[in-house]
């Protein structure tokens, strides 16, 4: 991670992040659902704590903003533009997501150019796996520590899904191409198999349990008219990433 973001000559803070076998020592873990306490495994708790102590970071600080990546990713270059502030983002954007994971198809709005021909963003319309690289605006990193106890999933499906009770609360976008991707979502490019996530076969092997159905069931459907209105503007699309491979496997640790 320190590699590609001094080649770039960004300035960063590393984080140490919460391991899967202290997750359940951890002062917010109490404040977590039943649901993901009890059906997601503990890899994946501890992913939502770290990210949720960087968001408490982000509004001990000054800046508006702050970009957030975990281990193990390709970069495009291109990213430091908008690291930089060289593009012209939209200051009512909650998240722009970085990543991709090659998922298809994803529904994304119109363009919204930025001041880049390579570059642009487009609204994030349905589920987009992955949570290794976006940008938090401090409001939103504020509302996200304030509503914890709703986070009854992992953290990548309650971010970046409209249809759940996190993300369709966010105006969340994506940049188009993708500027980082995880070597757990480009399998054919990354030439070192244990670099896999060990998630990867666990994720979904235990569901939480389905509370209050009916609430639920009308919550889902007023979210999925909405984005049924929302995808008629839409197109589905793969998201591309473009970046080269500088090294043989992807910045992170040794």
């Not at 990548?156 to 993300?167: K, R, T």
């Not at 939480?208 to 699309?237: D, M, Q």
Request: aromatic share 8%.
């Amino acid at each position: 991670m320190e590699e590609v973001f001094q080649r770039l000559n960004v300035p960063f803070e590393r984080f140490e992040a919460i391991d899967g076998d202290n997750a359940l020592c951890s002062p917010h873990y109490a404040s977590l659902p039943i649901g993901i306490r009890s059906g997601c495994i503990n890899n994946e708790i501890a992913c939502l704590l770290s990210h949720y102590e960087v968001w408490s970071l982000i509004v001990r600080r000054n800046d508006e903003y702050a970009a957030i990546f975990e281990d193990d990713i390709y970069v495009d270059d291109r990213l430091v533009t908008i690291l930089l502030g060289s593009l012209h983002i939209p200051e009512n954007i909650d998240i722009l997501k970085l990543e991709t994971n090659h998922q298809t198809p994803v529904y994304l709005g119109p363009k919204i150019h930025i001041g880049s021909f390579e570059i642009d963003i487009r609204r994030l319309l349905s589920i987009h796996r992955g949570s290794a690289g976006y940008i938090l605006s401090k409001s939103a990193a504020t509302w996200l520590i304030n509503n914890l106890a709703h986070f009854d999933v992992p953290v990548d499906v309650a971010l970046f899904s409209p249809q759940h009770s996190i993300g369709c609360r966010l105006r969340v976008y994506q940049t188009f191409p993708a500027m980082i991707v995880q070597s757990a979502s480009c399998l054919p490019l990354n030439r070192n198999p244990t670099l896999k996530s060990s998630m990867a076969d666990k994720r979904w092997a235990n569901q939480p349990p389905r509370r209050n159905l009916l609430r639920r069931a009308g919550s889902r459907a007023l979210r999925l008219a909405r984005e049924a209105r929302l995808r008629l503007s839409s197109s589905s699309i793969e998201v591309p990433f473009e970046g080269k491979l500088w090294t043989d496997e992807p910045y992170g640790p040794k």
